[in-house]
């Protein structure tokens, strides 16, 4: 079946600092790719999405490029604030699982001044 | 205006009670998700109702059983509550498109079962 896979955390960087956190898939048929981030205490807010191979998503300086090839969605940021410390979960919805949307087990990021 | 809301934000029972967990949507959408969220802040689907009908069950204890009232209200009841039961279960709702369209969540709401 289909699953996501993410880098473990917890990722501790420096302000600035350049942020790379690993995903890949294996899907059964042509998904959509998401980033999803939870702040401390709350749901879980969109960060960005791509729906066809080659799409880049990107928001807030974040982006990530649907790579077809590799099975792949990559999040980056070139300079990360204390304010992006936060858990941050790839994921995929396929049409045939319902959209529902598949995690990964998140990335725990840690941001210090 | 909350696009999303859930109640209650904390509910804590002991084992072997029977709970509901309320949520609504405003945003007109017309699929509705429950997940569940592990102490490990793993998220898994359990429940997806499109227009009132159930199109995604997962492995999901009897225990569990969502109901949709009008295509703007998913609410959880469980039975019989279990230790194993204490997570954060979070609704979401989304506007079915070709592409799998963005979901938007609920708060959450943390169950702890003593």
């Known amino acids: 079946g289909d699953s996501v896979t993410q880098m473990e955390g917890p990722v501790t960087l420096s302000e600035e600092a350049f942020l790379t956190i690993n995903c890949t898939y294996t899907?059964?048929?042509?998904?959509?790719l998401f980033w999803y981030v939870q702040y401390p205490g709350e749901g879980l807010q969109l960060l960005l999405k791509?729906?066809?191979?080659?799409d880049k998503g990107s928001n807030k300086g974040f982006e990530a490029t649907y790579r077809k090839e590799t099975t792949s969605f990559h999040l980056e940021k070139g300079s990360v604030q204390v304010s992006d410390s936060a858990v941050y979960f790839c994921?995929?919805?396929?049409?045939?699982?319902?959209?529902?949307?598949?995690f990964g087990k998140g990335t725990s990021l840690l941001v210090t001044p | 205006d909350t696009a999303v809301s859930q109640t209650p934000k904390y509910l804590v029972t002991q084992m072997g009670n029977d709970k509901s967990i309320k949520c609504e949507q405003n945003?007109?959408?017309?699929?509705m998700y429950w997940y569940k969220q592990d102490s490990k802040k793993f998220l898994k689907i359990m429940f997806s109702?499109?227009?009132?009908?159930?199109?995604i069950n997962e492995t999901v204890p009897n225990r569990f059983s969502p109901k949709s009232p009008d295509k703007a209200h998913l609410n959880l009841h469980i039975n019989s509550l279990e230790l194993g039961d204490s997570a954060v279960y979070f609704c979401?709702?989304?506007?079915?498109?070709?592409?799998?369209?963005?979901?938007?969540f609920g708060p959450g709401t943390r169950l702890t079962v003593l």
């Open positions: 979401a709702s989304s506007q079915e498109g070709p592409r799998g369209n963005e979901q938007f």
């Open positions: 899907a059964t048929g042509y998904p959509s």
């Open positions: 791509a729906t066809k191979a080659d």
């Open positions: 994921a995929l919805s396929e049409s045939n699982s319902g959209y529902a949307l598949n």
């Open positions: 945003l007109g959408h017309d699929t």
């Open positions: 109702y499109n227009n009132k009908e159930l199109i």
